[in-house]
């Protein structure tokens, strides 16, 4: 079984430009998290997509934005990059109560 | 609200003798709990889950942890340190709907020759 893929493995952008993050579930888990972990600020939830809908946001600002396609995969936007948006940005799939599985994430450098 | 505290942010250990990573929860019912380990540029790695079966847990690579509802605890324990568990290891809850995973802060072992 494959596990979560998530593309592209490191990107580097110019502060202003926008940044496009992608990621696909485990077959059959219907549910995409996304956590974006910065240096010294730990794991912090951005989206949760369920069933193609936004179900929860953390607290980043709306440039930040994503969607759920109907094959489940999922894909992260990040608008207006700013230099502290540099972060390793994970995905996680889940099918509810089973645990949640990770990719092995997008590493976003804003220079 | 849930939360999650994890004691130590770094423990250093030589091999071959025992790690102990201390996590403590706060729920308002009983949860499920979950503990990752993520190695240098790597995303994260399920080391284990308690879901209220059997209280003891055992995951991959020799860990094991304990749920211990009156201490409010799930600590992470191994009886003998390789040099490749050296890695940074998260504690973590699904918020209440599981609409999120909330981790704790992490924390960095350090495995000595």
């Known amino acids: 079984e494959a596990g979560v893929t998530q593309s592209p493995t490191h990107l580097i952008k110019t502060r202003g430009q926008q940044a496009t993050l992608r990621c696909s579930p485990i077959s059959g888990h219907t549910s995409v998290y996304w956590y974006q972990q910065a240096l010294g600020l730990g794991l912090q939830f951005l989206l949760w997509?369920?069933?193609?809908?936004?179900?929860n946001r953390g607290n980043f600002p709306p440039r930040f934005s994503g969607r759920q396609f109907p094959n489940y995969s999922s894909e992260l936007n990040v608008n207006a990059l700013e230099l502290e948006d540099s972060a390793l940005y994970l995905c996680?799939?889940?099918?509810?109560?089973?645990?949640?599985?990770f990719g092995s994430g997008t590493r976003l450098t804003v220079v | 609200a849930q939360s999650v505290t994890q004691l130590d942010s770094h423990v250093s250990v030589s091999e071959g003798t025992p790690v102990l990573l201390r996590c403590n929860y706060s729920?308002?019912?009983?949860?499920?709990l979950f503990w990752y380990v993520q190695h240098p540029n790597k995303g994260l790695q399920l080391l284990l889950k308690y879901t209220s079966a059997a209280t003891l847990v055992k995951g991959i690579n020799g860990f094991e942890a304990e749920f211990k509802k009156s201490e409010t605890s799930f600590h992470l324990t191994k009886p003998s340190a390789h040099m490749s568990d050296a890695a940074e290891y998260f504690c973590a809850l699904p918020s209440g709907g599981y609409n999120k995973l909330i981790f704790g802060a992490g924390t960095r072992l350090a495995v000595h020759p």
């Open positions: 729920s308002s019912y009983s949860p499920s």
């Open positions: 996680a799939s889940s099918l509810i109560r089973d645990g949640y599985t």
């Open positions: 997509y369920d069933e193609g809908e936004e179900r």
